[in-house]
Each structure stands twice: as C-alpha cells, then as structure tokens.
C-alpha cells in the first residue's frame, strides 16, 4: 500500500506509523523520504536489528546514520 502512495506527508505518515508501532512501514516511509536519521533510529531502537542497520549504514554512507550505529554500539557494549 505504501509504495503506490506519491503525495503525502512524509515526516507525519511516518510518526503515526510509530505512534501504532507499525516499525517497518515507517522505516519504509522515512526511508522513502530520504529521513535517514530516522529511518537508521527506527531500526535501531524500535525494529532492534544492529546488523540490518549497519547494512543500510553502508548502503546511505552518511556521517549522522554511522554516528547512530557508533553510539548503538557503544550502549550495547559491542566494540
């Protein structure tokens, strides 16, 4: 459904996705958005997955989504 959606409100469609814990489709919609701050948080502190994260850290290879995984890693003890 969300990829047939062109004109919309990015940052809200993809807040009301968090607010009903639908983590995936706002991972997508950020995502879609180019909100890479938000799409690498969604992974890391609602989704959990370090290493899907680190995986679209090297796909965005931007210094605030790595800077997101560094500071993940260090909470999570994994140096």
Known sequence: ????LEDYDGLGLGIKCLENELYE?????FDKFKDFSSSIDVLLYK???LKRATIYAEK?????????????????KII
């Open 1 to 4: 459904f969300l990829t047939r």
């Open 25 to 29: 489709e706002a991972f997508f919609v």
């Open 47 to 49: 989704i959990q997955d």
């Open 60 to 76: 965005i290879n931007t210094k605030e989504v790595w800077s997101s995984i560094g500071k993940a890693k260090l909470e999570h």
